[in-house]
């Protein structure tokens, strides 16, 4: 069954189309990678999916329940979390409150149950705060638990953004070029981690420029051109297809 | 029929006034995207200074009156607008980077210096421009008598709108505050002295605020150091109307609030008028916070 | 903050709580009437805390809160009698259904946009208070002979014994701390703050934004109107003078000038905005001057405010593995308290 299933999804900001017609499906337990050259469409469509943009036109199955017109925080309920291209982090609270404010929707305790100080609320503080820490130790940060976010590395900072996504329970994890910044080293260590994540179950989806983070970590690709599908496939059959050779033919930075 | 178009002359030129201080909320908004709350008190400082330069140097009695009331406008706007300039200097340009909240509450604290001071200086009961200056005969217009000031207020007004207007549109000037409203780096990067932008629209914006200052204090009579608090909200909810950031819009507005609350008060309750601004406000930021004039600015995360 | 600095923290505060509790002991009626001003503007302090300190929502219009829990205990303690402690929820409920009600269709609305239709929303309270709506709030003569509050048949009159009225308002602060403080370092506040920090990032973590929003008001609300419910039994005399948007201001300084979002630092802010211009009476009339000037300049030089919240430190339990999650690696992550 495919976990989530874009359909004829278009959007146009003004009189420019940045997705036009796109269609595909994401299989469940998979790394799947989208990409394309700048202004291909590939942020939109994540937008998208997590109802920070409304659709003009098309559908958007997850789970085989339609959220094409569900808002945000409805979205990450349901089981989709997400990092930011440009890392959205609550940076004057610790790392620990960061990765908390992904365990946010996955507890119950109202105010009034804070207010009275409930049996049930504590306990439901100290599991958040330990699962919280696992999340930590699971990306590497664990020692920085109480330091200020913005006083992270660039490249921690990004693996705090996917500590947090994953506190919050996701079936299906969206990576907003999760290695942007990084060096050679640490874009390894991504690559690993991504590996660790879709063995717990997680379903991967990904942006990225990195042309061999990419081929190294993703199990299926649709590539976007001009806000239009121009291939898809594994990511021998990506590399093979003229289409896309001739989409990034003329950009500096990829080796295939 | 008659109280319909007494009312609206009487709209009009409560309009105009707030049209003028409306003015400098817009541009100051514009080129900073601030909320000028002491420029209520700049409209309060130009009644003030106008009384006090009229007393003091008995203009009118040396030049006669049009000449004298000339020169004193002259001097006002010009005080005034130097006031301004260095309001921001001292409250706003050292906040140019910190974030809105700081600059908002800085402008607050201002508002509370310049009244107190005003309060300080002058007294705290309201003070009452000399009689006699102003021509007070009622003119017959198409059957309605119409008190000539309220044509020459409203006249003033829109004079200076429309000097304002030409200067914006048709000056290198004009367009470079134009511009520097748009996009501040944009501007800086095509060569435009940004700092000096801000400096003369600290200048402009103050300046017709003085001057709405002082015909209310030679119109009505009367003025007190909180008189900037009312119509500093009223011609603040006149350019949200317009469009914030917009100069014809706050033209429009301006003129449209004065007649709106005037209607209001005759039609609906006197005792509610004051309070008909903040309805006003209040609808249109909920139904269309851009304002008539204003434009829709699509958002991109 | 520094270890120092945590060390002192606990004893200073019993130091000043000690000190507190014992001043009827050592000061005259008009000081202890300062002293429950005080009290009275911290709880309002407190309670525009959460809307403006915690959740960032810039509101000048907190004095319309205040004044729907106070005019609706005059109205009901005055027309049928029933006994002011008693109205306290209900001076609350009030108060808050009025805020939800209100904040329901601005709360979309971008900071310094709301920060007008606040005021304009208090202007508007003020106006229709002194216009008499409904036929009940008195119009500009206010409401008069209200009842003081009485505890176990005791009347705790803050004219006439501010004493025993210091103690009465010095629970109900203590009983106020305590609860905020529960709330700031739950799943409630922490999504207030992070909604304040970035409302995106909010929303992409699961929070419902703009239900936080309104809860925040509501809340708020609810304490401001049981504050003036106290309020109103204190003077037992109120009117639309002591609801206008310079108390609104006042209130909105206390937590800006303090410290947004904690609760020392709005303590704080109270006790020096009401009580310091007590201390120094011969510069009355400068005084809002200097307010006007120390906010310019805190703007500048402190903009955070004078005890700004510090960072939060969790106890953390070993994750027992039913959190789902990775699963816990035994060593690492038993029993780890973390600290700043």
Known sequence: ?256 | ?301 | MTAAARKIKKPLYAVIAACWLAAPFFLGNYQLDVLNNIAIYALLGLSLNIILGYAGMFHMGHGAFFAVGAYATAIINTTWGVPVLWLLPLSGAAAGLFALVVARPIIHLRGDYLLIVTIGMVEIVRIALVNNVFGITGGSNGIFGIDAPSVFGRTISGIVAPGDFFYLVTAFLAFTITVFYLLEHSRFGRALQFLNQDPVAAEGSGIDTARYRLAAFGIGAFWAGMVGNLYASKVTFISPESFSFWESVVMFMIVILGGAGSIPGVLLGAFLIIGLPEMFQGLQQYRLLLFGIVLVAMMIFRPQGILPPAPRSYDVAEDDGENGGPGSTPDDAAGVEVRP
Not at chain 2, 102 to 110: F, H, K, R, T, Y
Request: aromatic share 8%.
């Open chain 2, 1 to 301: 029929m008659e109280q319909f178009f007494t009312q609206l002359t009487n709209g009009l030129a409560v309009g105009g006034i707030y049209a003028l201080i409306a003015l400098g909320y817009t541009m100051v908004y514009g080129v900073l995207k601030l909320i000028n709350f002491a420029h209520g008190d700049l409209f309060t400082i130009g009644a003030y200074l106008g009384l006090t330069l009229l007393a003091s140097l008995a203009l009118t009695d040396s030049v006669g009156a049009v000449a004298g009331l000339l020169l004193l406008a002259v001097m006002v706007m010009g005080l005034v607008g130097v006031i301004g300039i260095l309001l921001d200097r001292a409250a706003y340009k050292p906040l140019r980077t910190s974030p809105r909240l700081s600059a908002v509450v800085s402008a607050l604290g201002a508002s509370i210096v310049f009244s107190n001071t005003i309060m300080l200086v002058y007294g705290p009961r309201p003070r009452v421009y000399p009689q006699g200056l102003l021509p007070t005969h009622v003119l017959d217009v198409f059957g309605l008598s119409i008190p000539v000031m309220r044509l020459v207020i409203l006249a003033t007004s829109l004079v200076l709108m429309i000097g304002l207007y030409i200067f914006i549109q048709k000056t290198r000037t004009g367009t470079a505050i134009r511009a520097a409203a748009i996009d501040q780096d944009a501007a800086r990067l095509m060569g435009i002295n940004v700092d000096r932008v801000i400096m003369l629209v600290f200048f402009i914006g103050p300046a017709l605020g003085g001057a709405a200052g002082l015909m209310v204090g030679l119109h009505y009579g009367q003025i007190s150091f909180t008189m900037g608090w009312l119509y500093g909200l009223k011609a603040f909810t006149a350019a949200i109307l317009g469009g914030i950031g917009n100069i014809p819009g706050a033209m429009v507005g301006g003129l449209l609030l004065g007649v709106i609350e005037s209607m209001g008060a005759a039609y609906i309750s006197n005792a509610w008028k004051d309070a008909i601004a903040f309805f006003v406000l209040i609808l249109i930021l909920i139904v269309r916070p851009t304002g008539l004039l204003g434009e829709r600015v699509a958002e991109k995360i």
């Open chain 1, 1 to 256: 069954m495919s976990l989530l299933r874009i359909e004829n999804a278009t959007r146009y900001f003004g009189g420019l189309m940045a997705v036009g017609d796109v269609s595909f499906s994401v299989p469940e337990g998979l790394v799947f990678g989208l990409i394309g050259p700048n202004g291909a469409g590939k942020t939109t469509v994540f937008n998208l999916i997590t109802g920070n943009y409304r659709l003009d036109s098309g559908k958007i199955f997850f789970r085989g329940e339609d959220i094409s017109r569900m808002p945000t925080h409805r979205v990450v309920q349901r089981g989709i979390a997400r990092t930011f291209q440009n890392i959205r982090l609550f940076s004057g609270m610790t790392v620990l409150e960061n990765v908390l404010a992904g365990r946010h929707c996955r507890m119950k305790a109202g105010p009034i149950a804070a207010m009275l100080r409930l049996p049930s609320q504590r306990i439901e503080e100290r599991r958040a705060a330990a699962r919280a820490m696992a999340e930590l130790l699971f990306v590497g940060l664990a020692g920085h638990a109480g330091n200020l976010a913005k006083n992270l590395s660039y490249g921690n900072q990004r693996l705090l953004e996917i500590a947090r996504a994953l506190a919050a329970d996701p079936a299906l994890i969206i990576l907003d070029e999760p290695a942007g910044g990084m060096n050679d080293y640490e874009t390894t260590a991504l690559v690993e981690l991504i590996s660790k994540i879709r063995n717990r179950g997680i379903t991967v989806m990904l942006i990225e420029h990195d042309m061999s983070l990419v081929m190294r970590a993703c199990e299926r690709i649709v590539v976007l051109e001009h806000g239009k599908k121009i291939a898809e496939g594994t990511p021998g059959e990506v590399q093979a297809d003229p289409a896309v050779i001739e989409a990034y033919l003329g950009s500096d930075d990829e080796e295939f």
